[in-house]
């Protein structure tokens, strides 16, 4: 059995109150407390260690957890039984092993991972290990840093991955030089561990430190290769470069994009006019191709001393904002500050999507186009057979968008793969992986149909809408934001409501990895960021009115 340390209770699902606001670390520190004692949780820096110390498996029970999860495919029922129950017992540590066995070919196997996956899910508080690193670095007690570097590889959500190490990253060092807990991580046999250390030493001041993580350029993880040339690159060590070239092509499709935005940040305006493209082959080759030549051409001209590079971090906002007081329409990019980081006219954007590469994908009502640009405003891909009111861009790389009268999912040569009519004034609809479409209509009413076009559901959740918007959840219920009818409501297809704050004239919502809201209203001319409890925990208002606000 796996020991007792190793089993406690799942809590009741939720999703904490994380915010990484611009209000200060006394501010910060003390809503980070507060998520902690509603979860139960002491942040006394001997209860915090504890706390780490008990998610993270003992070697002995890493390898219970293997087995355990092995057992998953038993020909005894029994033991299949008793596998399941302990696995979900333990929680998000099973999580690791628990995916690996959700790829194998049995059937059984991964019918029964899945369902251990999604109860530990639906079961358990999301983020609380940010806060808690947080707060355990406030109290920095002895063996925080090793507790933390030993956590990393049961994290399970990359954001809380990000802010442990971030977390780290205000203990780590001792006069400019990383402690030594970090340096043994270099060679960890864990690659959490081993990128978590490479990216501490890749900033550390000593320049021999720098030369260890450098070695990590080579590892023969990518994501470790990316963090120690991330950090490096920071430090303005020109053997990055190479490194984030190589990682163009790499398998994780998530870590190319990044480091071909990180190289486009090191060459600026002076970068090679080609991308990587989700919808073909990644077009990696030939992306990788342009930047050796690039980095041959300019290896000796950088000014890495007046390069500006900005951190990997989270904050910043997209928005598609309307009726400016010169009439026209924009995107832009904001940090929560309210500093832009980029912006771009537009006639009258009403939607938008980050794509690979530093790409966006533009929904133009006035214009009566979709289509792809960059951030200098480089317009690519167009669709021009649709007045859209959303859009959005499929992995697979077809694009759905919707107009007042009809549904529709186009390729990237513009065939209509898909169309189904509406009853009418359709504001914004969604493919779910599953393949089903969601929408919401000016009637006030939510819909989903299969690939088929086959009405599975339609329920009316509010009267007459002045524009809309709609986001299944995790938990299968739907964020709607209620232009005109003043709210923003999580509801389910029989139009229960669970969640609900008042909005003046609200015209999208998203729900964030940790459990905030955030809205554009078009009525206030503002976006706004929202806790669970429905706080306001952040605001940007806006010259015109934002129709859509997208935060990464």
Known sequence: MISQRFLWLIVPLGLTSFVALAAGPVAQANQDEQVLKSAGIATDGSSLLEYFRKRTPSPEDQLTLKKRAQQLGSTAHPIRVQATTDLIRAGRAALPYLRDMAKKNDLEVTRRARYCIDVIEQNTRLGVPAHAARVLVERNPPGAVEALLAYLPFADESWVEEEIRHALKRIAYGNGKAVPAVE?????????????????????????????????????????????ASALLNEREPSAVPALIALLTAATPELAWRAEDLLFRVAGDNAPAIWLDAATDNNGRKVQAAWESW?????????????????????????????RPDGSGQLFESNRKGELRWQAKIQNPVDVQWLPGGRLLVADSRASQIFEMDTR???????????????????????????????????????????????????????????HYVWIDACGEIGEIDSAGMLIAKTKISGSLAWGSIERLRSGRYLVALGGIGKVQEVDMAGNVYWERKVNNPNRAIRLANGNTVVASHGDGCVYEFDPSGNERWKLACAGKPFAAIRR
Request: glycine share 8%.
């Open 377 to 435: 405003g480089v317009i690519g891909w167009k669709y021009t057979g649709i007045a859209p009111t959303s859009a959005q861009r499929l992995p697979n790389g077809n694009t759905v968008a919707s107009s007042y009268q009809k549904i529709i999912e186009i390729n990237r040569d513009g065939a209509v793969v898909f169309s189904y009519s509406t009853q009418g004034h359709t504001y914004h609809v969604r493919k779910l992986p599953d393949n």
């Open 295 to 323: 980095w041959k051409a300019n290896e000796s001209k950088l000014d890495w001393n007046a390069m500006r590079l900005d951190e990997q971090e989270f904050g910043w906002t997209l928005i598609a904002e309307n009726q």
């Open 184 to 228: 043994q991580s270099l060679a960890h046999a864990d690659a959490k561990r081993r990128g978590a250390a490479a990216w501490l030493l890749g900033a550390s001041k000593d320049a021999g430190q720098r030369a260890r993580a450098a070695m990590r350029l080579r590892d023969e993880s990518a994501e470790v290769r990316y963090l120690a």
